[in-house]
């Protein structure tokens, strides 16, 4: 059984910055795809950030250029910088793996069988 822990979220003010981490258990941490998603309320969960088992990243328009996705495999942690903050930033933040998953870096909910609890990050303006 893999295992997800998601941590540092907080409140911050725009234009300011936090850093995610997802620290990961019970299987190989190298051996997969991850991804970030976000869901803030009354929206559908989207997904912001992915890397894959070689580093390839990718990242959603919206925070292209202001997040960077990156991976500790001695760590076994996921990480997600998240810079120049604005209000739409603001969700519950949660990381997910893709066990099976062989193809084209993807955002797309279905692929991902794993996901933590998720932390919040609010973004006041």
């Known amino acids: 059984q893999l295992y997800l822990m998601e941590s540092g979220g907080g409140l911050v003010q725009a234009g300011g910055s936090l850093r995610l981490s997802c620290v990961e258990s019970g299987y190989t941490f190298d051996e997969y795809c991850m991804a970030w998603f976000r869901q803030a309320p009354g929206k559908e969960r989207e997904g912001v950030a992915f890397?894959?088992?070689?580093?390839?990243?990718t990242y959603a328009d919206s925070v292209k250029d202001r997040f960077t996705i990156s991976k500790d495999n001695r760590k076994t942690t996921l990480y997600l910088q998240m810079d120049s903050l604005k209000p739409d930033d603001t969700a519950m933040y949660y990381c997910a793996a893709a066990l099976d998953y062989e193809g084209p870096p993807t955002l797309a909910r279905a692929e991902y069988n794993y996901w933590g609890q998720g932390t919040q990050v609010t973004v006041s303006s």
């Open positions: 890397i894959d088992i070689g580093g390839t990243t």
